[in-house]
């Protein structure tokens, strides 16, 4: 099973080779999340619209391994943005992909940029 | 460098390490542990827990990463088998050889099984470590599976063995606990107040045998029964045995170290063994030819370990030691501190019984009547931490002794004044060594949050006792102050969710992002608030959960319950549970059609799952065609009604239970509030729709219905109390309706009738005199809010479908693509499919 964790690993902005189209802004709900398939990998996206700021992660969570990341809820903890599992609300840094309640997991998080109303997601 | 070897990772053993860490520089020391077994240390303190969730994360101390963080190496599954005292060295089983300049021995202690003929049998078990739990739940559920009720046996009536008790009671068996010793918890307890909490403990439906000694455990392979004497004997299914502690100090024995006569490493007051080199801490440590079971004691001993090493020659554990102990049992309180047995005859005792609420409270005073020695509390400890902190500081007591017990008559005052009279020195938290001035410190600094508090001083983070006095502290040092404290809802509100209710509702508030710029903090939110503004707008404006889809919980978001593997459960509404052959086998044909598991729920529905997020609207949209709607049994709401058959069918029923539970289905379906609400109607007092385990409950008796509110089933199942007698069909729905409306107002999140009853002043006498007598005067408005949310009722499955955005679509997986998750598997089972297990 943890081999599915081992596809996903945290890509920073300067190890982007490829920027992957997704799809446009408007099929992204406000301050919400939403899945993109980039081959067989899933990416979760956060729209932070009252920021004004993106987020990618894995959209498995590392706890259960199910798909279930960009179901979950977006909030922010002390200024840090974060991603709270729909399963058993582990929550997750968006920026660090750590594990917020002081647990072992981590997620792999992505660079996303905006463009030509499309979002596209930084993979290599 | 020099290296420490720790041999022992359990709860002693890993705090000797935290200890080292917050004293020393990193790399400082090269330091080893060894584990015997597989996982790093956890709390065991709290291992009943893990009957309820099998969740070996949440009780673990520190994970992996700690000790690499840290530099300590950790090697568990692996056994030290030998020490040579001599070069300095020790070898484990797999016969690694590892050199030490000190060598710690946290080796705890094992569970004591007596020597009685038959123990080794199949179906008997002891209750130490994880590997002990998994094996006594398997070997429960194969006899389970057996089908006959099972019954199982707990050998000891300690504080362990009751909690072992309750454990098995919950897993569904029929339990006894039997003592040798003629009353229960005998080193905690006296005869009177081992007779209060049999009472309690019978009442649960623990049978309690007393005096007996087991001569023999029978049976074939298997245990069938325990053999008391020639004529008496127990028939059981399985043995848990909790009869004490033996400390493991076999590697000790081997090296030649000073053991006790009954086992134990000795040691002296700093800690060391008969070798200086060599410390014993914990269980297995005998310090004044005593094994402190307990984990406080053990802490301490660590702190005193790591001192010395660094070279603190004076540190030494205090001459007395205090082992007082609070049974952890939910609905039950048990207490005792101090000298409570009054061993020393040093003092005179004060007691209080009363018989019909089953509480018992001794206190033991110095016979110059100024000082608190020891004490017991059965049923009522509420008090435990206060009168434990007298006991502990030697603080001045009232002139009449009783007042500590009785409470003071006549005087406004508490008898034992405000938390803030402790010394600063009190120890709060005995776990971590908290004091009082460290935790009213920490306050003064700003740390206003139990969280706070805790993440600075560790206090609260052990054993968990001294929650209520830490909240009391902070509390009453924030009123010193001029603040006054209240339950806020997280860190983006300073407000409770009774206090947004009426900010929501007064300024017309209509969206999240409003209530967040006008009365919250940050941008953002969490996971905690968002759904609570969710649950708010619902309740004030009837808002569908599709409104606010973004702030509400999962399962509201996309209107069904998640399953373990990410799938869905859709669950039709099905009033009073009465349904006709046709809509079963439209309910069936849908579920043949998307192929969904199907089953009857504990609300007389029918709940089909395996659904992928895809597939929810097209199976929702044939639902809906057929006529039916949503069962919200994903949300806060009402979930169902649950009847019996009643007077049309049933030879005993005194009134149609089903044509009334169909009423309040209807009337209140669809209401959102701070947690689900759940419903029944019984026909006659034999109660087969069980109403009085709802949040409200009526029965048909002779002259009308009684209404019952507050009860619960689920974790802390909970009779509902009565609210109003032989009263018509209109006056229960309008009591129902003050009743439902003034806990959707004022209650917590989360936070479901039961426990709201439990925590409103004046509890149902309360609240019997709001619904009933008016006394708010607020019956009029309740009644026009319930009836606004009554008449502003929709089926939110149907305004969903009715509404889909092909371009935005919430119940697509993927925003790029048609496809399906093809992480999800099935495995069949029973002729139905099922979710791959998780490995
Ligand atoms: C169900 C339960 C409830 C309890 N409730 C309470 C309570 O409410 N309050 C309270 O104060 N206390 C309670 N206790 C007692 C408390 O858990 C113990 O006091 C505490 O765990 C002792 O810690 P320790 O580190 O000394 O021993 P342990 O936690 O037993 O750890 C010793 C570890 O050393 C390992 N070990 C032993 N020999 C070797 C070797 N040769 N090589 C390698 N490893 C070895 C063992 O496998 C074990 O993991 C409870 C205990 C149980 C079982
Ligand atoms: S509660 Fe009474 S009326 Fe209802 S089914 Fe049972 S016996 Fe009959
Ligand atoms: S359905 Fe309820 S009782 Fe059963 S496993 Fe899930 S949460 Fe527990
Ligand atoms: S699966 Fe994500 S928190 Fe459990």
């Known amino acids: ?124 | 460098m020099k290296t420490i070897l720790v041999i022992g990772n359990g709860m002693v053993g890993y705090k000797f390490c935290e200890k080292l860490m917050a004293k020393t520089e990193k790399g400082a020391y090269k330091v080893v542990v060894f584990g015997e077994e597989p996982r790093p240390a956890y709390d065991r303190v709290h291992l009943s827990e893990y009957f309820a969730d099998q969740d070996a994360e949440r009780l673990s101390m520190a994970p992996r990463s700690w000790y690499e963080a840290n530099d300590i190496e950790l090697i568990t599954n692996e056994r030290v088998t030998d020490i040579h005292r001599d070069n300095k060295t020790i070898t484990t089983i797999s016969d690694k050889e590892y050199v030490y300049d000190y060598l710690i021995l946290a080796t705890g202690s094992s569970a004591f099984v007596p020597p009685i003929p038959g123990v080794e049998k199949k179906g008997v078990f002891v209750y130490r470590t994880i590997e002990d739990l998994d094996a006594t739940m398997a070997y429960v559920a194969k006899i389970k599976a057996e089908g006959s009720p099972k019954k199982a046996a707990i050998l000891g009536g300690g504080l362990l063995g009751l909690e072992a008790g309750k454990a098995l009671l919950d897993m569904g068996l029929e339990t006894s606990v039997v003592e040798f010793a003629p009353r229960l918890m005998p080193r905690q307890l006296d005869g009177d107040a081992s007779k209060v909490l049999q009472r309690k403990l019978e009442d649960l439906g623990i049978d309690i045998l007393l005096n007996k000694g087991t001569q023999n455990i029978e049976g074939d392979e298997a245990i069938t029964g325990m053999k008391f004497s020639e004529d008496e004997t127990l028939p059981v299914d399985m043995l848990l045995v909790s009869a004490g502690i033996r400390p493991r100090d076999e590697l000790a024995k081997t090296c030649g170290l000073e053991v006790g006569t009954r086992g134990g490493i000795v040691v002296t007051n700093d800690m060391k063994t008969s070798d200086a080199c060599i410390f014993a801490i914990g269980e297995c440590a005998l310090l004044n030819h005593m094994i402190y079971g307990l984990v406080a004691p053990g802490y301490d001993m660590a702190g005193v370990a790591v001192d010395q090493i660094l070279g603190n020659t004076e540190a030494a554990m205090p001459t007395s030691i205090d082992m007082s102990t609070k049974l952890k049992l939910s609905g039950i309180d048990v207490a005792s501190f101090g000298d409570a047995l009054n061993e020393n005859k040093e003092s005179e005792s004060i007691v209080y019984e009363n018989k019909f609420q089953g509480i018992y409270k001794k206190i033991n005073v110095s016979k110059d009547g100024k000082k608190l020695l020891g004490g017991i509390l059965v049923g009522d400890a509420s008090d435990y931490n206060m009168l434990h902190q007298i006991f502990l500081n030697g603080m001045k007591i009232p002139e009449n002794p009783e007042d500590l017990i009785l409470g003071s008559r006549g005087g406004e005052d508490a008898s034992f004044g405000s938390v803030l009279d402790l010394p600063d020195a009190a120890v709060v938290c005995s776990c971590e060594a908290v004091t009082k001035g460290d935790i009213c410190c920490k306050v003064e600094e700003g740390f206003t949050t139990l969280k706070g508090v805790a993440a600075e001083t560790k206090a609260t983070t052990g054993c968990g006792g001294c929650k209520p006095m830490v909240n009391d502290l902070i509390t009453e040092t924030l009123k010193a102050q001029g603040i006054t404290v209240k339950e806020t809802v997280c860190e983006h509100f300073e407000y409770s969710r009774q206090e947004l209710y009426d900010i929501v509702k007064l300024k017309g508030i209509k969206t999240y992002a409003e209530l967040l710029s006008t009365h919250g903090k940050g941008k953002l939110g969490c996971e905690t608030c968002k759904p609570v503004a969710a649950s708010l707008f619902a309740s004030i404006y009837n808002d569908t959960a599709n409104v606010h889809n973004v702030i509400q919980d999962s399962n509201d978001k996309f209107l069904a319950n998640i399953q373990r593997n990410g799938t869905y459960s859709v669950v039709p509404r099905v009033a009073g549970g009465e349904i006709t052959p046709d809509q079963l086998i439209q309910i069936g044909e849908i579920a043949k059609k998307y192929d969904l598991y199907t089953k009857i729920t504990g609300g007389q529905r029918i709940d089909l799952f395996g659904a992928q997020l895809h597939e929810l609207p097209l199976i929702w949209k044939e639902l809906i065609d057929y006529g039916f709607e949503s069962g919200h049994a994903y949300g806060k709401s009402l979930r169902t009604v649950k009847s019996c058959v009643g007077s049309t069918w049933c030879r005993y029923g005194m009134d149609e239970s089903v044509s009334f539970a169909i009423e309040m289905e209807n009337r209140y379906k669809g209401i959102r509030s701070p947690h689900k609400f759940k419903g029944g109607v019984s026909g006659c007092i034999r109660e087969c729709a069980e109403a009085r385990c709802k949040d409200f409950g009526i029965i048909a008796v002779d002259g009308g219905w009684n209404l019952y509110v507050a009860g619960n089933g689920g974790a802390n199942p909970r009779h509902a109390e009565l609210l109003a007698e032989k009263i018509d069909n209109e006056t229960v729905l309008k009591y129902t309706d003050r009743f439902l409306m003034y806990y959707i107002k004022t209650a917590g999140p989360l936070i479901r009738t039961a426990a709201w009853l439990d925590k409103i002043e004046g509890g149902i006498a309360h609240v019997k005199d709001v619904v009933i007598n008016d006394s708010l005067g607020i019956c009029e408005g309740l009644e026009r809010d319930m009836a606004g949310l009554i008449n502003s009722y929709r089926c939110e499955w149907k305004e969903a479908i009715e509404n889909i955005d092909e371009n935005n679509n919430r119940f697509a997986h993927f925003v790029n693509s048609e496809a399906e998750d093809s992480n999800i598997e099935f495995v069949s089972l029973r002729d139905q499919k099922m979710p791959k297990l998780w490995s």
């Open chain 1, 1 to 124: 099973m943890n081999s599915i964790l081992e596809n996903y690993k945290t890509i920073s902005e300067s190890e982007v080779t490829t920027w992957f189209k997704a799809a446009p802004v408007s099929k992204f709900p406000e301050n919400g999340g939403a899945c993109v398939k980039i081959d067989d990998k899933q990416i979760a996206v956060f729209n932070f619209t009252v920021e004004g700021k993106w987020y990618a992660s894995q959209n498995v969570c590392p706890h259960k391994m199910e798909m279930v990341l960009s179901r979950g809820m977006i909030g922010e903890d002390c200024g840090t943005p974060k991603i709270a599992c729909p399963l058993h609300k582990k929550t997750f840094s968006l920026e660090t992909g750590e594990n917020l309640n002081g647990e072992d997991y981590t997620i792999a998080v992505y660079p996303v940029k905006i463009e030509d109303g499309f979002v596209y997601i930084g993979i290599n």
